[in-house]
């Protein structure tokens, strides 16, 4: 599926990077720790997360990641968009809490 | 190719600008992504240890076509006993640190885990400096 696909299933909000939409995604993982992400991740190319900070893009941006959703209506700072921004990562809103949206983007076929 | 960073202290918000710079700058040398990731990884979990327990610290990077050398050296308070600082889940770190996705007690074994060669030279009230190195994938 393509980011516009994940924009569409979670009912988000992009925050930036909106000119990334078209691209394709096929691995996903859901976690609020950072840590986590960088054990146990490998080639998932989205993050799922309700933790809002400068680290969360940061890791992404290690991981090589394309997009981050922030889950239950999580608002980032300007600071943290314009990090994104900077590394070319999407950021997406949705007002759904993690296992939902993680569940609803596995029944459409992203992968773990 | 040498690189150097300071680490500073008790700034999460810049905490792994280090990391992403050499990221960057692997990149643009055109080495493989799975080699950069993992010197990446490696580099900012300990750039993190640096910010949450140490203080701050210096960073140097060395750059040779068949391996990345990474040392990291601060003048924390030292590492009292590595073998449970190694054990994943094992951690001391602040609240602060839980509160920003870190703490978790994986960072020392995220760094054997992606890293070739660890080597930790620690004493208590002295300091501690972590010698990593990548070997890039053929």
Known sequence: MTIADIKRILNAEVLCGEQHLEKEVHNACGSDMMSDVLAFVKDQSVLLTGLVNLQVVRTAEMMDMLCIVFVRGKKPTAEIIALAEEFGIVLL???????????????????? | MK?????????????????????????RLGFPSETIRRVAIAMYEGEINMVIHASGGEATVDIFPEKILMELADNGP????????????????????????????????????????????????KGTRLCMVVNVAQ
Request: proline share 5%; aromatic share 8%; net charge negative.
């Open chain 2, 78 to 125: 030292g590492i009292p006993d590595i073998d449970k600082a190694m054990t994943e889940g094992f951690s001391t770190a602040p609240e602060t640190a839980r509160h920003l996705g870190f703490g978790a007690g994986m960072g020392l074994p995220n760094i054997k885990k992606y890293t070739d060669e660890l080597t930790i030279h620690t004493e208590l009230g």
């Open chain 1, 93 to 112: 809103q949705s007002p759904l809490r993690l296992f939902s949206a993680c569940g609803l983007l596995y029944q459409n076929g992203l992968n773990g």
């Open chain 2, 3 to 27: 690189l150097q960073y300071t680490i500073p202290a008790d700034d999460f918000t810049r905490a792994g600008e280090a990391s992403a710079a050499v990221k960057a700058t692997l990149k």
